[in-house]
């Protein structure tokens, strides 16, 4: 099974802060890596996926990036909204994985 | 507007069953692969099963293998998760999700259900 490893689990942020979370993989994934955004209570959203491509409707302050086994999501500017907890996930192959979750919590 | 709808959830002994069911709407529902991830109560999300779109490819996560069956019918636009054999360790809100391509497999989940909980307990 593929593991994909998040940094950090957690951070704090302000609003208007860049933020960055990695997303290592135990194999080459090529660029099937997807980004979700979770708030407490709801379902998962899909921000960003194979790698870079930002999915309809989603901010464009959302942005990623990496190949192989680094991969990368980036907030340019956090706003009040982007609060939540962020997990990837693979979908190179099955069964497909998601990382542990980066919760991104107000400085 | 997509929509999925899951159903089913609620307290079961271990050792039961529980069948879980997703109504789709809003989309072609027989064009995607579908798939269940779980998450427990505040923990992680955990891909649990998927199925392709012609049901010709099914898949499952280790722990619930031998014990839980997806399946779909295209006709009622609806998937399913028969779940037997329950352990609590697979207490948590179940997740239906869509495969986001037509006929993709490599494809990430870009609908999901609201979730239902499914708690294993005597």
């Known amino acids: 099974d593929i593991q994909l490893t998040q940094s950090p689990s957690s951070l704090s942020a302000s609003v208007g802060d860049r933020v960055t979370i990695t997303c290592r993989a135990s194999?080459?994934?090529?660029?099937?890596l997807n980004w979700y955004q979770q708030k407490p209570g709801k379902a998962p959203k899909l921000l960003v996926y194979a790698a870079s491509s930002l999915q309809s409707g989603v901010p464009s302050r959302f942005s990623g990036s990496g190949s192989g086994t680094d991969f990368s999501l980036s907030i340019s500017s956090l706003q009040p909204e982007d609060f939540a907890t962020y997990y990837c996930?693979?979908?190179?192959?099955?069964?497909?994985?998601f990382g542990q979750g980066t919760k991104v919590e107000f400085k | 507007e997509v929509q999925l709808v899951e159903s089913g959830g609620g307290l079961v002994q271990p050792g039961r069953s529980l069948k879980l069911s997703c109504a789709a709407s809003g989309f072609t529902f027989g064009d995607y692969a579908m798939h269940w991830v779980r998450q427990a109560p505040g923990k992680g999300l955990e891909w649990v099963s998927g199925i392709s779109w012609d049901s010709g490819s099914i898949a499952y996560v280790d722990s619930v293998k031998g014990r839980f069956t997806i399946s779909r019918d295209n006709a009622k636009n609806s998937q399913y998760l028969q779940m037997n054999s329950l352990r609590p360790e697979d207490t948590a809100f179940y997740y239906c999700a869509k495969g986001r391509q037509r006929f993709g497999e490599l494809v990430p989940f870009d609908y999901w259900g609201q979730g239902t909980l499914v708690t294993v307990s005597s």
């Open positions: 996930q693979q979908s190179y192959s099955y069964p497909r994985t």
């Open positions: 194999q080459t994934i090529s660029s099937y």
